[in-house]
């Protein structure tokens, strides 16, 4: 309240007395009016494409965690407005622009692809809107051009791959190739599978790739036998990655298929077969015995009809994170100092198991070893332990 306005008030208080006071009183502030309106959340995410069952399957889990919270979240009632991303790198500005601009959301949450990341990096990195990133892996966004309106619910590209780069060396492989879309994610992942495999005194030959999303494998397939490795690592996922799994096994190659997880998640069902004895390493995993985990894949499997992957665990961690953060200032996200301090803070009991916000505000996790068998992605080990991204570059470090 301005000097102005509180000499106002008293003049008109002593002039109408107790029934004028009580009528200043019931005046809501300004506060209360913006607390009274819904949060608007954006959610920038693949309605279509080769990503569109990761973009749905993250949009029903944070629809199953906003119902466990009773339809609010640090007491504010939450306006959803959805957006299409397409995976389409070359409109992600104007897209982030229209959730941020226009439709002047508080919070966005978003997105799948690294390189639609990009695009909206750039716009809420100038517009500083909190961001939640609930997959995408590129590690700019939590390294070099991290920023303290940007958090991630998922993972760094480096962080799965990295672990199965353990993995494989562990299990006494010496000579790897990595196949995957030429794009960050499957650059970053090889690069992580690379550090590790090579620090383990393996060696790595040149990356077979070809561009995302296409699904012309054979070119690829065709070269393996002639490499002389002994095992062969990828990144694919959604669309591309049910159809790479099954042509690989339809080739007959001998060599063992491993990779990040994203290879077999959400997807043994449509490889069937040939997706047997495959192993991933991953931040999540089937059969994870805790009690987060169970009441999450129930109320997810309730909701959706289907079963929870690491995509649903992802966007319901983006919602557990949200409520961290918005629980810490009643629902005041201009109370930038005390959402972010919380949010930093945040400490989550996630379905994937606990976790946390490395300095750089990636997540700091298990990476699980698992096996596909009958259908589900087993945990066999843990590839790395709590690992965090190096967040090499992060100024916030
Ligand atoms: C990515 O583009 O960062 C990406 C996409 C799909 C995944 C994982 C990472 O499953």
Same mark, same amino acid.
């Given at each position: 309240m301005t000097a102005a306005t509180k000499q106002g008030l008293s003049r008109r208080i002593v002039i109408a007395r107790g029934a004028a006071l009580a009528a200043a009183a019931s005046v809501p502030s300004g506060w209360a009016i913006a607390q009274a309106k819904p949060l608007k959340v954006g959610l920038m995410l693949p309605y279509s494409g080769t990503f569109a069952k990761l973009g749905e399957n993250i949009t029903v889990a944070i629809e199953v965690l906003i119902a466990e919270k009773g339809g609010k979240l640090g007491g504010r009632e939450l306006q959803i407005i959805k957006l299409d991303d397409?995976?389409? &790198?070359?409109i992600a500005p104007q897209n982030a622009d229209r959730l941020v601009k226009r439709d002047q959301v508080d919070v966005l949450i978003g997105t799948v692809h690294s390189g639609v990341q990009m695009g909206i990096h750039k716009v809420v990195s100038e517009s500083g809107t909190l961001t939640i990133v609930p997959n995408a892996g590129n590690v700019a966004v939590t390294r070099a051009l991290c920023a303290k309106n940007v958090f991630r619910s998922s993972f760094t590209n480096w962080q799965p791959a990295y672990g199965m780069g353990v993995a494989a060396i562990q299990k006494g492989y010496k000579k790897a190739v990595w196949v995957t879309w030429d794009y960050a994610a499957g650059a970053e992942s090889g690069a992580g599978f690379k550090e590790a495999f090579e620090m383990g005194g393996g060696q790595m030959l040149p990356d077979l790739s070809l561009p995302f &999303?296409?699904?012309?494998?054979q070119p690829l397939l065709a070269q393996i036998p002639g490499l002389g490795v002994d095992v062969v690592g990828a990144f694919f996922a959604g669309g591309g990655a049910v159809q790479f799994v099954k042509e690989y096994a339809a080739a007959g190659l001998k060599v063992p298929l491993c990779g990040s997880g994203f290879l077999t998640e959400g997807t043994l069902e449509a490889q069937g077969a040939a997706a047997e004895g495959i192993e991933t390493a991953l931040h999540y995993g089937d059969g994870l015995d805790n009690a987060k985990n169970i009441a999450f894949r129930e109320a997810f499997k309730d909701k959706a009809g289907r079963d929870a992957d690491v995509y649903a665990v992802q966007g319901y961690d983006a919602g557990q994170l949200l409520a961290v953060g918005l629980e810490a200032v009643n629902g005041n996200v201009d109370d930038e100092a005390n959402l972010y301090k919380a949010l930093r803070a945040a400490r989550i009991d996630s379905p994937r198991g606990p976790i946390s916000m490395s300095p750089a505000q990636n997540v700091t996790q298990n990476i699980y070893l698992r096996k596909a068998e009958g259908g589900q992605n087993k945990v066999i080990g843990i590839a790395a332990e709590n690992l965090a991204d190096p967040g090499t570059g992060c100024k916030l470090v």
């Open positions: 397409e995976s389409k &790198p070359e &999303p296409q699904t012309n494998f």
